[in-house]
């Protein structure tokens, strides 16, 4: 059974940086690409960024890009979203996820699913 922990998260000011991670386990971690979502209140639940399955592969969202950078750990089995220069607009829930390719994951899919961590940026 495929689980996907999230930590990390937590209540900064805008400006401020966080670094979520996300520890998988019940694959081959290194067989699927990694990546996270969030979803804000009222919205729907839209990718933020992911890895392929070698790492040497990364896609952001636009809204992210140059912001957040995403990166894995094979032997933690980990990923990680390194969040800088947050803004208000960055409040969300965030979720780890995890498919076979990046390129379905930037398409907003995903295989499985987290139980999300709470950022909240405050302005």
């Known amino acids: 059974q495929v689980q996907l922990v999230e930590s990390g998260g937590g209540l900064v000011q805008a400006g401020d940086s966080l670094r979520l991670s996300c520890v998988a386990s019940?694959?081959?971690?290194?067989?699927?690409?990694m990546g996270w979502f969030r979803q804000a209140p009222g919205k729907e639940r839209e990718f933020v960024g992911g890895?392929?399955?070698?790492?040497?592969?990364?896609s952001y969202a636009d809204a992210v890009k140059g912001r957040f950078t995403i990166s894995r750990d094979s032997a933690k089995n980990t990923v990680y979203l390194q969040m800088n220069s947050l803004k208000p607009e960055d409040t969300a829930v965030y979720y780890c996820?995890?498919?076979?390719?990046?390129?379905?994951?930037?398409?907003?899919?995903?295989?499985?699913w987290g139980q999300g961590t709470q950022v909240t940026v405050s302005s």
């Open positions: 996820a995890t498919t076979f390719l990046l390129s379905t994951m930037a398409r907003g899919a995903s295989d499985y």
């Open positions: 890895v392929s399955r070698s790492g040497g592969a990364t």
């Open positions: 019940g694959r081959t971690f290194t067989s699927y690409a």
